[in-house]
DNA sequence: CCCAAAATGACCTCTCGG
DNA sequence: CCGAGAGGTCATTTTGGG
């Protein structure tokens, strides 16, 4: 959820000047923030040894600082380069965020090296917000700071550009980290697959994942994880039929109440990540090894109202003792729609609708389709290529039937409804109706959100402190206060301003008695920012998100180009955010 | 009445999984 | 082989403020 169509008008391109970028990535570093460590990486390359060389250079090569390269090195041994490569860029991607965490977990799976932490990594080269010397960053020309401190002169101008001249040092570190992790994605791409403009070679992006998974072969030596995690692996490929995820209500033989969550995971704080479940191959993969591993759970929401919606989730929440939101929403479209049963052809065989998407049919749509019917109105049933036709156009577009040989797409209150929102959610403040169904098709589907959040109600009694990242219209808060938990402070980041005013609206005629806070862009969330809400709330309970979709959805023929796409890649936000919470909160408990 | 901004509609012809 | 898909781009029409 969340409208991202801010993102793109400001001429910020993650993937521009891609083969350029790539081959200047070469003798730089990926984010070392200031000059020592680049100066320091020759003498790591030497000390790695010779025969790490061709490994070594390898790395490098993709931008990561030689130091953190050999360190890795050192730990796992270089023919294993799958596992190194994960460990760079988790490292790199716990790097990019302040080190108040300097008791960065040992990783379970590496916990024989104990001895070789990364302790004094971050310590010598991470630049924490705390550091940051304030005086700098009020004065000076932030660029020139940023290029004093090691970044690269385009990384800074690109920060600049993109978050104005304004903003603060961190949040500009903040942003290149999040660009380089991007961009580090790309540069693992083996050389071959790299997009290349001759003629209609158009880029052909590979996640990390497809490349770990389908490109070479899994690495034996070092290997610490589980049979059970291989199993995991293989089958993620896969998305189950029926996908009803670990359960849902209406299916009693679907529930299952135990899972294993790998121990990073565990909560409180609690997580809820959400996207689209067609998405590109390996993408979630991906994102499921940034989430601590924590297996998605796939679930269509045609299991719980009227329209299909097929969604992953990936969260730490127990799965035992979840509930329903009362009454059960009808679950077909005769039973949500009662009135349009008289105009329904018998030879029309849906009983669902199809994903609620952010556009809609045209009314030249409806004209064509009527016409083609009545033109065949001797029969008693069409002919079968105008059935298959019309049939092909409704599923298409998700139109109803609303008279005589009349078809036409939901409205959108019939869309909220079926979203589980209460009526008008989305009316008034000025919002256009091509507006409400982007924000409606961009959310989530309350009934099953609620289903999984459901096990809160007991463990929060006296409610929760919710951060709720691209909050869109609110489907997580909406959720959680149908079930009747307690919302105490709700801190909602959201792009686009009209559904802002949703929000807020909702939260004001909901006689809500927390505190609202909302923030027009996770670039601003940054460890300063979150120290001061999460002192003031006393941490957060619940950090919920659904990272937007434009990139890996399958209607999008454009530029789907994964999880480093434009739009998408703001799953790395969710990520450094959720971290940065997981990190701090032992200091507010 | 003019003009900018917003809305609309036609076309795009993808990848993935069953 | 078929169908589903929180989309993007462009030209054109409509809306709304002065």
Redesign the pocket.
Known sequence: ??D??GV?SDNFDWNTDDELEIEGFHSSCLSVPNGETIAGSVGASSSAGPSNTKVFDHFISMGFPGEMVSKVIQEYGEENEDKLLEELLTYSALESSPQQQQQVEPDPCSSENAGSSWDDLSSDDSFSDEEMPKSVSRNGDPLHTLVKMGYKEEEAVMAVERLGPNASLEDLVDFIGVAQMAKAEDALLPPEEKPQYNGHAKL?K?SLY?YEVLGKKKPKIFEKRTLCEEDDETQA?????PMTGFGVPTDPNSIITHRRIPEDAIGPPYFYY?????????VWQTISRFLYDVEPEYV?SKYFCA?????GYIHNLPIENRYPLLPLPPRTIHDAFPLLKKWWPSWDPRTK???L?????????TE?IRKAVESCEEFEDPPESVK?YV??QC??W?LVWVGKNKVAPLEPDEVETLLGFPRNHTRGGG?????R??SL????QVDTVAYHLSVLKEMYPNGINLLSL?S?IGGAEVALHRLGVPLKNVVSVEKSEVNRNIVRSWWEQTNQRGNLVDLDDVQQLDAVRLEQLMSAFGGFDLIVG???????????????NGLEG??SSLFFDYFRILDLVKNMSPNYR
């Open positions: 959820m969340g991202v169509s793109g052909k590979r497809d490929l896969h998305l189950p039929n959400e996207n689209v479940a067609l998405a590109p191959k390996g269509d329209a299909a919606r097929k969604r609708l199809n994903c998407q952010t556009v809609t049919g045209s009314a030249k749509l064509r298959k049939l092909d599923r298409k998700n919002i256009s109706r091509t507006d169904f982007k098709g961009n959310s989530f691209f869109g659904g990272s937007p979709c434009n990139n890996l959805a399958g209607s999008n023929r454009v530029s789907r434009e739009h």
